[in-house]
């Protein structure tokens, strides 16, 4: 009896020293250039990174069980963040932690299996995952997002920049863009919301693909799917060259012409043109519908 609760005695106090490790405190600070270069590197838990007028980087939160340590360091104008495993570990379950930084901060995230939001963050962005959700905000700073299994979310302010999403499983959802918009999913939906859209390649393989916001006089917009449908709602006048092509579903438009019946096969095309503008839109789906109407 005294052996076994001897044992019990060593792994209790061993349950919790793994407890202790798995909860390690993380609270560090440098002086950063207010324009310069943020890098973060994790492998699973969580990353927020949010944007405050100091300049400096400061990190707080506490590090997963099997992390040797935390390289935390300024070279010139870029700061690195790096969480770093023990030796044959390859993943840092309960690493959680919260980055403040200057908000013009060039920000460059990556991570494996840990979610990624940003916050307050006006540089540019370069936000990697790959079994996360990705969520941040775009202002007048260039911005590419992509995860291959997670959600990828962006709330926009309606500055003009180029905003790349990407997902392989998860929806893609963007709202308050403006300028230049790319976004591609696989499996998932992919919808955008935009003030005033320039250009914008929005398509998915087997999920709908919306666009819904104003077209600026010069835009090239293309919506593409194969499986999917197709929906766009756009702010009066819409006035553009439109091209809708459904292989075997159907095509309904609010405005413009008639939609007329198909001549040989189940495939249907419309194309007209509304108003007086530079503009082109193209939509394309091959087993999906096409609607399109304007506020």
């Keep these: 009896m005294s052996r076994n609760r001897s044992l019990l005695l060593v792994l209790a106090c061993f349950a919790t020293f793994r407890a202790t490790l798995a909860d390690t405190p993380v609270d560090r600070e440098l002086d950063a250039d207010a324009h310069g270069k943020l890098e973060v590197r994790n492998v699973a838990g969580s990353i927020d990174v949010v944007g405050w007028d100091r300049a400096a980087v400061h990190v707080t939160g506490t590090l997963g069980d099997n992390v040797e340590r935390l390289d935390f360091s300024r070279n010139g104008d870029r700061v690195v963040v790096e969480v770093v495993l023990q030796k044959n570990s390859h993943s840092s379950h309960g690493t959680d932690l919260k980055i403040s930084a200057p908000r013009a901060s060039v920000t460059d995230v990556s991570t494996v299996s840990a979610d990624i939001t940003a916050t307050g963050i006006e540089g540019e962005q370069r936000l990697n995952t790959v079994s996360g959700t990705v969520k941040t905000e775009a202002y007048a700073g260039d911005l590419t ?81 194969t499986s999917g449908d197709v929906a766009m709602l756009l702010a009066s006048p819409a006035a553009a060259d439109y091209d809708l092509t459904t292989f075997s579903g159907a095509i309904k438009s609010c405005f413009g012409p008639p939609v007329p019946e198909p001549r040989n096969g189940p495939q249907r095309q419309h194309q007209f043109r509304e108003g007086d503008s530079d503009a082109r839109v193209h939509a394309n789906t091959m087993s999906g519908s096409i609607s399109l109407c304007r506020q």
């Excluded at 995860?147 to 500055?159: D, F, I, L, M």
């Excluded at 005033?196 to 999920?207: C, E, Q, W």
């Design 145 to 225: 997002v992509a995860s291959v299994s997670g959600e990828v979310t962006v709330q926009g302010h309606g500055r003009g920049a180029m905003t790349r999403a990407h997902s392989v499983s998860g929806d893609v959802r963007l709202a308050g863009l403006a300028g230049q918009v790319e976004a591609q999913a696989v499996s998932g939906a992919v919808e955008v919301t935009a003030d005033k859209v320039a250009r914008a390649t929005l398509n998915s393989i087997s999920g709908h693909v919306s666009l819904r916001g104003a077209l600026d006089e010069h835009a090239r917009v293309e919506l593409t799917t």
